[in-house]
């Protein structure tokens, strides 16, 4: 796991552009571009200040490749913590693969996936979690997910965990010194306080992992189901939320007979819209396997958006409420909200006597748009955003949430053995592992095989 090679990447997307990075790391990186790059002013940057720019040629024996430049991190002041050189090349992927592959034979070695964020955990320029959160800045696509992954990055989560392993360690050390003098049947580490340390820090860790359901929406998005009847006006919805025809729209029955998905992203939180078949009775082979579909998405969906054709509500009479009862008696946990489609056609009479029928319904218009934004403004009610507001920190990574389980666990015990008045030696125990689970989320207590399953998930060249 750890290389002292030294290593090199594309750090910009793949493909032609205007411009692309070249990034290379390790203790010979500006000795290797040294052997490549003339700077026109005739430099040698192995001899220049670290954190310059040098404009000149990349140069294969007397081929000049391309006009490029060079940016210099000496010592351990660069992201990896090691020698780094950046090179600036024009975007074309000839020019690209043309300078990699100079380097690697001048003796640079490919990069692995995330392989440059790996050294700078190595090399103690961040820890785990801020090395994790560098992925999910990247695939950040929303502002709630860019803004939490940034908190974390820049170390809001690491220092929380960071300041009750550090209190938790103070205490475990005096448990421990007290079992050096175990038949003086002293006690070093003060009870009350430790009772007060240990609700404390279950506190905090219940706050943390309470944050993960709403993280775990933030940063993979919440996904809706679209329910209803056929044709009355799902994919029409679905398009006006997205702005868009991206639904298939037309007056026959059952025209969608498969999911279609979709995001939006609604005041910097991500929706994933899932338009489904009409639910009804069918013989219609492929309709009947597109409604099994439904019922599938509404079971995997969080919110369940239910629509019906409000211009026949006086028809639809019982089996209408029937439905939405059946709906919420099958998902009593899932936020329903219940649609009037095409109230454009309504008085205010039907409007009132539909209102009175249905407390809760929300009137709207596909086709002509309007009330889209109250149903938007419904939508974002079903997410605990004053955490994020109030920029508190959230969890987001599922390796966090079970470090942080694990560890609550481990506390409840030690506050078990407190109360019960166990020896100092069993409660160590439970201390010690305590402090291991704080540990595996920052990266003080890890293994090569947890690392290379981390960064296996990162790009090439970060």
Not at 74 to 88: A, D, F, L, M, R
Not at 261 to 282: H, N
Not at 338 to 361: S, V, W
Request: charge should be negative; proline fraction near 2%; aromatic fraction near 6%.
């Amino acid at each position: 796991m750890i290389s002292h090679d030294t290593i090199v990447a594309l750090a910009t997307p793949s493909g032609a552009g205007a411009i692309a990075v070249i990034r290379i790391s390790g203790k010979e990186a500006i000795a290797i571009a040294a052997q490549v790059f003339q700077s026109v002013s005739g430099k040698d940057i192995t001899k220049q200040k670290t954190h310059t720019l040098h404009l000149g040629h990349i140069v294969d024996n007397s081929k000049v490749i391309d006009q490029v430049l060079v940016s210099l991190f000496k010592g351990t002041n660069s992201y990896t913590g090691e020698p780094t050189v950046e090179i600036s090349c024009h975007g074309s992927t000839y020019i690209q693969q043309q300078i990699i592959q100079l380097l690697l034979r001048k003796g640079c070695r490919m990069a692995q996936a995330g392989e440059f964020t790996l050294r700078s955990f190595l090399n103690g320029k961040m820890d785990l979690s801020q090395a994790e959160a560098v992925a999910d800045l990247i695939a950040s696509d929303n502002e709630a997910s860019h803004q939490i992954a940034m908190q974390q990055m820049r170390g809001g989560f690491s220092n929380e965990i960071a300041k009750l392993r550090e209190e938790l360690l103070n205490f475990a050390s005096l448990i421990e010194l007290e079992l050096d003098f175990a038949e003086e049947d002293v006690e070093f580490a003060d009870r009350t306080q430790f009772h007060e340390l240990l609700n404390r820090i279950e506190f905090v860790l219940k706050r943390l992992i309470d944050s993960f359901a709403v993280g775990n929406v933030i940063k993979n998005g919440i996904p809706v189901a679209i329910v209803g009847e056929p044709n009355v006006g799902k994919s029409t919805l679905l398009n006006a939320l997205l702005n868009e025809e991206r639904a298939i729209v037309s007056d026959i029955a059952g025209t969608t007979r498969d999911t279609i998905e979709d995001e939006l992203v609604i005041d910097g939180i991500g929706f994933r819209f899932i338009d489904t078949a009409g639910i009804r009775e069918t013989v219609d082979v492929v309709e009947s396997i597109g409604i099994k579909k439904t019922f599938e998405k509404m079971e995997q969906a969080q919110v369940v958006v239910y629509l019906f054709d409000s211009s026949e509500y006086k028809t639809l009479g019982g089996p209408l409420q029937t439905e939405i009862q059946k709906i919420k008696n099958q998902f009593p946990l899932k936020p329903l909200v219940i649609i009037g489609n095409k109230a454009d056609k309504l008085n205010e009479t039907e409007r009132t006597e539909l209102k009175a029928l249905i407390p809760d319904i929300l009137l709207l218009s596909a086709k002509e748009k309007l009330g889209i934004d109250e149903l938007k403004h419904q939508l974002l009610s079903f997410v605990n955003t004053g955490a994020l507001r109030n920029n508190e920190t959230i969890v987001t990574n599922t390796r966090h949430y079970d470090s942080l389980l694990k560890a609550l666990e481990e506390i409840q015990k030690v506050q078990w053995g407190l109360q019960s008045g166990i020896s100092s030696d069993l409660m160590a125990i439970d201390i010690r592992q305590a402090l291991y689970y704080f540990g595996e989320i920052t990266g003080q207590v890890t293994n090569d095989e947890l690392l290379g399953n981390i960064f296996a998930n990162f790009c090439i060249g970060k």
